[in-house]
């Protein structure tokens, strides 16, 4: 619907359909608010901030193993679950940039992407995000640093066996899945 209004208002010249988009775009910016918990003043404000066309969130995630198969997982301060290290790629980033920032920013570790395992997306609503999001996975081999938890995104560090993981953030497990049998191939030489 933002999307819709947005370029609506870019292109609409006759009065009424500009009044029309300026509808849709106050009953999204309602809607941003009431799932962010933010006031509708500062929507429209971060709305007006965002020129362009509005496209899917685009996210890296980096999986690391250790020699027993366990991948490096998070705790996330957010909500309180595990996932992969993983961030919003910056503007003028690159997707393997957006991961090794990421781990080095989260756990300590200096990073080097060794493989992209895929490309997944995420419709927009799931788990209550109004955003759809793509998510760039890569296999990162740690190739220094020392594992230290960044406090504001991460409560707790972990190598874990995707098996015993209960409570995933959001497709998180969907990804790890992924770089585990990616890994697997990586490992046997396949």
Same mark, same amino acid.
């Given at each position: 619907?933002?999307?819709?209004?947005?370029?609506?208002?870019?292109?609409?010249?006759?009065?009424?359909?500009?009044?029309?988009?300026?509808?849709?775009?106050?009953?999204?910016?309602?809607?941003?608010?009431?799932? $962010?918990?933010?006031?509708?003043?500062?929507?429209?404000?971060?709305?007006?901030?965002?020129?362009?066309? @509005?496209?899917?969130?685009?996210?890296?995630?980096?999986?690391?193993? =250790?020699?027993?198969?366990?991948?490096?997982?998070?705790?996330?301060?957010?909500?309180?679950?595990?996932?992969?290290?993983?961030?919003? @790629?910056?503007?003028?980033?690159?997707? $393997?940039?957006?991961?090794?920032?990421?781990? $080095?920013?989260?756990? &300590?570790?200096? $990073?080097?992407?060794?493989?992209? @395992? &895929?490309?997944?997306?995420?419709?927009? &609503?799931?788990? &209550?995000?109004?955003?759809?999001?793509?998510?760039?996975?890569?296999?990162?081999?740690?190739?220094?640093?020392?594992?230290?938890?960044?406090?504001?995104?991460?409560?707790?560090?972990?190598?874990?066996?995707?098996? =015993?993981?209960?409570?995933?953030?959001?497709?998180?497990?969907?990804?790890?899945?992924?770089?585990?049998?990616?890994?697997?191939?990586?490992?046997?030489?396949?």
């Amino acid at each position: 619907m933002r999307s819709i209004a947005q370029t609506g208002l870019h292109y609409a010249t006759d009065p009424f359909d500009r009044d029309r988009y300026e509808q849709l775009l106050a009953l999204a910016s309602r809607e941003y608010a009431d799932r $962010a918990g933010l006031d509708v003043v500062e929507v429209r404000a971060r709305f007006a901030a965002d020129l362009g066309y @509005v496209t899917a969130k685009v996210g890296a995630d980096a999986a690391l193993f =250790d020699d027993r198969d366990r991948i490096l997982l998070v705790r996330r301060v957010d909500d309180n679950c595990w996932g992969l290290v993983a961030g919003w @790629v910056d503007a003028n980033e690159t997707p $393997a940039r957006t991961v090794v920032r990421e781990v $080095a920013e989260e756990v &300590g570790l200096v $990073a080097r992407v060794s493989q992209l @395992v &895929g490309v997944f997306a995420r419709e927009a &609503g799931t788990h &209550g995000s109004p955003h759809s999001v793509v998510s760039v996975l890569y296999l990162c081999d740690a190739i220094g640093g020392e594992i230290r938890a960044q406090p504001h995104e991460v409560r707790e560090i972990a190598w874990r066996s995707i098996d =015993d993981v209960d409570d995933w953030h959001h497709h998180h497990e969907t990804l790890a899945r992924a770089a585990l049998e990616a890994h697997w191939r990586r490992t046997v030489g396949g």
